[in-house]
């Protein structure tokens, strides 16, 4: 709102400040493609967790995929899982650190498909724990294949011809399945495209670590991102094609809370 009451030459000469990048983002260049939504929701996380006061007592896990690399980011002690046990390894952390803040950072390819498993069961479990869940619908490290949650007809490097629902079944929406178990608090689903939507996702990863705080449950927090890289397409036209496709089938908002 500053911005539309003052002018860029007024900001300069008066030295206001309307954006700090958070103390909890490492200096450096991120490696994500460009117009990807990973970057986005690294500051957003960093930065609830730097306005809330519990920096020295985060803990994040990242598994394989694009967010293995999330522990050069995130000023805060990460730890690396292997593909698909973020959810076993943040119990194990949270069970021998229960006054500290864990959450996982996971994408779809991981979190719905090799770590089906470890997520249902921590959620079932109801562990005191925050999972923030990427879902760009599709493998997008390591070559573009189709995930469990690539759309139906949606191309990708193996389903060139577009996911047949008769041989690879449907997308799964693995949110709504966990918000099912009465383990899980809090299952939401946000996207990062617009400034207007990067508001309502920051203000759900707060509630989720409020949560965590409060002794609630698991929370989930499903991310819709796009992958133009994966996609085959400019950020921008990625952008359009997630509205148009995935928040379709992925629509957003709170599925339960």
């Not at 730890?79 to 021998?96: C, E, L």
């Not at 939401?188 to 920051?202: E, F, G, I, M």
Request: glycine share 10%.
């Amino acid at each position: 709102m500053i911005a539309d009451v003052i002018t860029p030459e007024e900001i300069i000469k008066t030295g206001t400040i309307v954006f700090k990048k958070t103390e909890n983002i490492n200096e450096g260049a991120l490696s994500y493609c460009p117009g990807c939504g990973h970057g986005v929701v690294h500051r957003l996380i960093m930065e609830v967790v730097e306005e809330m006061g519990i920096t020295a007592d985060t803990i994040g896990v990242a598994p394989v995929g694009c967010s293995v690399l999330a522990y050069e980011f995130m000023n805060v002690d990460m730890q690396q899982a292997a593909h698909g046990r973020a959810p076993a390894v943040a119990t194990g952390i949270k069970r021998v650190f229960p006054n500290k803040f864990v959450f996982t950072y996971q994408g779809d390819g991981d979190l719905a498909a090799i770590g089906t498993a470890e997520t249902i069961h921590a959620c079932n479990r109801g562990e005191n724990i925050v999972i923030i869940f990427i879902n760009n619908g599709i493998y997008g490290m390591t070559g573009g294949q189709m995930a469990p949650t690539t759309l139906e007809g949606m191309k990708s490097s193996t389903s060139p011809y577009g996911r047949d629902v008769h041989n690879a079944g449907y997308p799964l929406k693995i949110t709504e399945m966990v918000a099912m178990l009465p383990g899980v608090c809090y299952a939401t689903r946000q996207a990062v495209h617009k400034p207007t939507l990067v508001n309502k996702t920051k203000r759900a990863i707060q509630k989720a670590f409020e949560n965590q705080r409060d002794n609630k449950g698991t929370s989930i927090v499903e991310v819709l991102s796009n992958c133009n890289s994966g996609w085959k397409m400019t950020p921008e036209q990625s952008n359009i094609w997630l509205e148009e496709n995935m928040m379709v089938y992925f629509p957003l908002g709170d599925i339960k809370k």
